[in-house]
């Protein structure tokens, strides 16, 4: 674990939050939070727990996946079907900052623990974050949504992919990332609005929003040429030279954002000065318009050597180029794994040394930090209820016989 940082203080030190969810983008968040020193009680169902406990990879009979996604929490175990499980959330509640969710909306309000009708009148500085499919109102919010299906209907399948290929899934669970991000901001906005007026709110994500707002120039483009924007696959529809090219032994990014950089590129790179007054490549529409045409010219340079003496020269003129790293060179490279710390060795009680991923948000004074792995299902039910809510041996033992934990 990542303790060299242990002497920092940690933004979200005191802050205790009850994470409801289960699979991505809830537990996602969730992690996050815990990262920054938030006391983070994951609250799963008896028996059963979070969906992604039967995801694999597995060892030692426990989920990889699962672990992965909820470092830097505690686990208790809750069957909100009875109403000793229910009171048990309830005196939680009184004592939390945050509660987080990805039930669809209105099951919260079903099973009597609505914030509105219920949370809020229990801890009015309650801060309650739900993110889901299509948010809580409108005509889809009762849809059932997962990520593939925000990748869809949010536009990013429609633009990914080969040229004139199908439409495409971005590779990870984009939008299941992208809708924990917006949810840890919201409430992150959410605490700094409660040190103002003293009181909480409902933070609402959808995952179809964050993948529309990912999209940004897409739709730019589309309003004002009423034109679809097309799958172009590592090219980009704003910029070029800006796209992926063949050399020796693989291919190599070169991207070329202004003007001062393309006309480097061309004079000191490729020794192809012509193409800076050339007609076809005046301009950066230009450019983006006649892309395939002067591909072909930067490719005869680049086939004549390996990405790695493309990326050493280009670089070298301070014009931004890189390799398309595969996961083994992620995993080994020492800016990624080392220096920004991204890949973090932790001990799970059950898995045994494993790494988790890092946290790509770095405050300098108060660095990120995981401090403890995945809990097993229920593995601090006794800590957290003698702990929090001062609860007897005899009680915990009760609610076990009425299978309420």
Not at 315 to 325: Q, R, S, T
Request: proline residues 5%; glycine residues 10%; charged residues 25%.
């Amino acid at each position: 674990m990542n303790n060299r940082y242990e002497n920092q203080p940690q933004a979200l030190a005191g802050v205790t939050v009850l994470d409801l969810t289960r699979v991505v983008a809830g537990p996602y968040a969730g992690s996050i939070l815990g990262d920054f020193g938030a006391n983070v009680i994951k609250i799963e169902v008896p028996g059963r727990g979070d969906d992604a406990r039967a995801y694999g990879p597995y060892r030692n009979g426990e989920s990889v996946y699962y672990a992965n996604l909820n470092h830097n929490k505690k686990g208790i175990t809750l069957n909100f079907k009875t109403e000793e499980g229910k009171d048990v959330f309830k005196k939680l509640v009184e004592k939390a900052d945050v509660v987080i969710e990805n039930y669809r909306p209105g099951v919260m309000e079903k099973l009597g623990l609505g914030y509105e009708s219920v949370l809020k009148k229990i801890n009015p500085r309650l801060i309650y974050g739900a993110v889901s499919g299509f948010g809580s109102y409108g005509p889809y919010s009762q849809r059932p949504g997962y990520d593939i299906i925000s990748q869809a209907m949010g536009g990013l399948m429609s633009i990914t992919g080969a040229e004139g290929g199908d439409e495409t899934r971005s590779g990870n669970a984009m939008g299941d990332i992208l809708g924990g991000m917006n949810l840890v901001m919201g409430i992150s906005m959410a605490l700094y609005a409660r040190e103002k007026t003293g009181i909480g709110q409902r933070v609402d994500v959808s995952l179809v929003d964050s993948v529309v707002a990912s999209l940004e120039n897409a739709y730019i483009r589309y309003f004002e040429s009423k034109k679809l924007p097309v799958r172009m696959g590592n090219a980009y529809a704003s910029i070029a030279p800006y796209d992926s090219y063949q050399a020796k032994d693989g291919k190599v990014i070169i991207a070329c954002g202004n003007q001062k950089l393309y006309e480097k590129l061309c004079r000191e790179v490729l020794d192809m000065e012509w193409m800076i007054t050339d007609e076809r490549f005046l301009t950066v529409p230009l450019r983006v318009q006649n892309n395939k045409i002067q591909k072909k010219y930067i490719e005869e340079w680049t086939t004549k050597r390996t990405v790695a003496e493309i990326v050493d020269i280009i670089l070298g003129k301070g014009i931004p180029a890189g390799p398309i790293n595969n996961v083994k060179q992620i995993v080994e490279d020492p800016h990624i794994r080392d220096a920004r710390e991204m890949f973090v060795e932790v001990e799970h009680p059950v898995i045994g040394s494993m790494v988790v991923n890092g946290n790509p948000i770095k405050l300098m004074e108060m660095m990120p930090r995981v401090t403890c792995p995945a809990p097993t299902l229920g593995q601090h039910n006794e800590e957290i209820l003698k702990g929090m809510l001062g609860m007897t041996d005899e009680e915990i033992a009760d609610l076990r016989e009425k299978k309420a934990i």
